[in-house]
């Protein structure tokens, strides 16, 4: 990750929780998966996120439940370590230092102590070659290790973990990558390989996807780009090897898994499907469809309970058997253009953004977690590869939350654009959106911007959108007329119908009162007042077409800024209606802070985007970075904090009140956060440390303030020793209510527990112990 003195870019919120293949806990309560630079730890019958274990610095890569201990996982990163967590209290355990980066990770129960993982070997101009090797673990009590002693397993092998897998507990390992297969086996110390031709005779493409051994017989699965699954046995020769054939997939597979005993097979692919065969009777099989999206990963508990499926759309289904969906958890919906930008809602200050296709996803941020989807096209989509279909291409929110516009369209070769404009207004009782009015090609061309007026005290609520049809229109709230006696709605309608000498306007803005709006014709920028709808002015800049306009804010209000597409950015003083500053800088995107004066410039050259903070006012930048990411930010926000950092540090003070959202073109979502931020998170996950000056009794979180306060005087009180029947009801208070025996068989053995040696001091400890029980019963 980048750092920067006090500040560092990460992953924080809206990772992605398909990237790998989950695991589940042994006994089904618990689902863990990476997500960006941590490891989540979910209910799998609440769905929520219980844990989020944070200390590696880079993508985590996998997470593997550890062979001995049900009850710790570890994980692996590409920042070179792989870590060991009990994932039951959110502690890290252990660190162990591996050096290189590392993309996945297996474990068996026939090699103790030591792990598989795959790291680069070199990198070419056109290919990046991968090894299997092992892992040694020193087991120490250091928290950070060395783990230095690997020893090569397999080369030429493929960085998807869904690529190796281990057989028969740890007897053989199989990987396949691109066209062949090679199993090893740990005893002989020796391995087979086996290839395919690229193409079979009815042009089937042979390509492996993924692997799954069968965890009791001799027998490898495989699954290939053309949807077949492939059975291989006898493969302990190379000559004398034999394979069946399973077909139902009509496009590649993406995962399979065999159940724990064996007795089934699971495959998924973009069908949105999941195939359960009989093994030994694969005429015989059974479906779960309508999964939502494309599966890409297929996982079982240890226990046979639980089936989990990670979907293309971020999502992970938790499936009882087969049988029917008992939970889904769903991340943040990354599709492959997001038209609509970054968004804050201002009601929920949840995320907005395209998400399934036709519906807008309001997602929290602070809860990492999706709260809901609005379809805004209300049309059934259909998977089908060139079907040109309604899309959410803008939208918009007015500074209350309680009205949301939004702009679809539909483009179709034989015919005219297709467009709406749609305005929804927040419903009180059912928390949602509910369409209020629909104009149907509001504009004769396709729609380039749109913004609602901002300011929080206005009489009237304004929405401007302009178009490549060389206009912009204002559409006002109109109030509902009671002529008839009968109740109706207020509903939008068109106030104003502007242009300038024939330009397109690309960029709209209100500033923060509302008493403007700003409108860039290509190289022209326009002011225009929203009550009367007059033009005041106009602005000179330096030549190009103008790309980002934004108002100042706050003690900045007097400011206009703007960039075009001629690498310059124009900072206007609408007092005197003059150019204040300009400077040469390829601003990409160009967004402010409602919060406070300061505004955040990304320039995209050589490869990556650098970030400038400033205020208009200031000519030196509060904060600059290079290099915050490969590649262009398409698209940013500033987010509201439920509460402010207080940080000192100047370089630092512009993140106290807001936080900065990027979304790269690589579809991730990054942010900025402070060390203190950082650390303020690693303590929340360590282990509640108690002061062993106290007495160290089962009840005294319960009773030890109100016992000092009766005895008076805290610092003059001794240690008071501990009952000597304190390990039996330690255990009987750990143990859950639901299986204890009946109170009146406890009764009995609490008194007889406590008939014991009396001394001078354990009166009091009778006391606690008998109004622990009374609590606990």
């Known amino acids: 990750m980048v750092e920067y003195g006090d500040i560092r870019v990460v992953y924080r919120g809206g990772s992605k929780i398909n990237f790998r293949k989950p695991v589940i806990s042994n006994d089904s309560r618990f689902l863990l998966c990476a997500s960006g630079e941590s490891v989540k730890v979910f209910s799998s019958v609440t769905e929520e996120c219980v844990h989020e ?7 985590v890569t996998g997470v593997l439940l550890r062979p001995s201990n049900h009850l710790q996982v570890y994980s692996c990163s590409t920042d070179g370590t792989v870590r060991l967590w009990d994932f039951t209290d959110g502690i890290l355990v252990r660190t162990y230092v591996v050096g290189y980066p590392v993309y996945s990770i297996y474990a068996s129960l026939n090699h103790k102590e030591v792990v598989f993982i795959v790291t680069p070997v070199c990198v070419f101009v056109f290919a990046e070659l991968f090894q299997l090797v092992a892992v040694n673990l020193p087991q120490t009590p250091d928290q950070l290790v060395e783990a230095r002693d690997l020893s090569a397993v397999l080369s030429d092998v493929s960085s998807n973990p869904s690529t190796i897998a281990f057989g028969r507990g740890g007897e053989y390992l199989a990987s396949v990558n691109n066209l062949k297969m090679e199993i090893y086996f740990f005893k002989k110390n020796k391995s087979y390989s086996f290839s395919l031709r690229e193409y079979t005779k009815n042009g089937g493409k042979n390509t492996f996807t993924c692997i799954a051994c069968h965890p009791k017989d001799d027998c490898v699965a495989t699954g290939h780009d053309d949807g077949k699954i492939r059975l291989w046995r006898n493969f302990k020769q190379k000559k004398e090897y034999t394979y069946s054939t399973l077909h139902w997939h009509h496009s590649a597979v993406s995962s399979l898994c065999f159940t724990p005993e064996g007795t089934n097979l699971l495959s998924g692919g973009v069908e949105s499907v999941l195939v359960q065969w009989r093994y030994n009777q694969e005429n015989q099989k059974d479906f779960l469809p309508r999964l939502g999206a494309a599966i890409t990963h297929v996982t079982v508990s240890p226990d046979g309970a639980l089936f989990s499926t990670s979907h293309s759309d971020n999502k992970i289904t938790i499936i009882q058997s087969c ?6 958890i769903q991340g943040l919906v990354k599709g492959e253009n997001v038209t609509t930008g970054l ?10 953004l395209n998400g399934r296709p036709g519906h807008l996803q309001f997602y929290s941020l602070q809860r990492d977690k999706l709260l809901f989807h609005l379809d805004i096209v209300q049309q059934e989509y259909i998977h089908e590869a060139g079907l040109e279909q309604f899309e959410v291409v803008r939208a918009a929110f007015d500074a209350s939350g309680l009205w949301l516009a939004t702009v679809e369209e539909r483009k179709q070769k034989s015919a005219e654009l297709e467009l709406n404009l749609k305005l929804w ?9 509910v369409l209020n009015t629909t104009v149907s090609a509001p504009h004769e061309a396709r729609i380039t911007a749109m913004c609602f007026s901002q300011a929080a005290d ?3 609520t ?3 959108s302009a178009s490549r049809d060389g206009h912009f229109k204002a559409w006002q709230l109109g109030l509902p007329a009671h002529t008839d006696g009968t109740q109706e709605w207020p509903s939008w309608s068109c106030d104003f119908v502007g242009a300038y000498h024939g330009l397109v306007p690309r960029c709209c803005c209100f500033s923060a009162d509302g008493s403007l709006l700003a409108v860039g014709f290509q190289e022209v920028v326009t002011v225009w007042n929203p009550t009367s709808w007059e033009l005041l002015t106009t602005l000179s800049q330096p030549p190009g077409d103008v790309r980002n306009l934004c108002f100042g804010q706050l003690s900045c209000s007097k400011y206009l800024l703007g960039s075009n597409n001629k690498k310059m950015v124009c900072c206007w003083n609408l007092l005197t209606c003059s150019l204040e500053w300009s400077t040469s800088m390829d601003v990409s995107l160009l967004l402010v802070d409602s919060r406070s004066e300061n505004m955040a410039a990304f320039c995209c050259q050589d490869g990556s985007t650098d970030l400038f903070v400033f205020k208009p006012s200031e000519p030196r930048p509060l904060f600059s970075q290079k290099a915050v990411c490969s590649g262009r930010v398409i698209h940013a926000v500033f987010t509201p904090r439920e509460v402010m950092l207080e940080s000192s540090e100047e370089s630092s003070q512009w993140l106290n009140r807001s936080q900065l959202y990027f979304l790269t073109e690589f579809m991730d979502l990054l942010t900025f956060s402070t060390k203190a931020e950082e650390e303020k998170l690693m303590a929340s996950s360590k282990q509640l440390v108690i002061d062993d000056t106290v007495a160290m009794t089962p009840f005294y ?11 008076g005087n805290e610092e003059s009180a001794e240690r008071t020793p501990l009952p000597q029947s304190s390990v039996a009801i330690k255990e009987l208070l750990q143990t859950p209510a639901h299986v204890l025996p009946a109170t009146s068989f406890l009764c009995s053995m609490f008194a007889k527990s406590l008939l014991i040696s009396v001394t001078e001091t354990s009166f009091m400890n009778s006391l606690s112990v008998l109004s622990a029980v009374a609590v606990k019963l």
Do not use: C, N
């Open 458 to 460: 206005s009489q009237t």
């Open 323 to 328: 049988v029917k969906v008992s939970a889904v």
């Open 425 to 433: 207004s927040f419903d009180e009782q059912t928390q949602s959106f």
């Open 53 to 59: 274990l944070r200390g590696h610095t880079g993508q």
């Open 343 to 352: 968004l804050v809602d201002p009601r929920s200050k949840a995320l907005v």
């Open 462 to 464: 304004t929405l401007v």
């Open 701 to 711: 979180l319960l009773l030890g303030k109100h016992r000092h306060e009766h005895l």
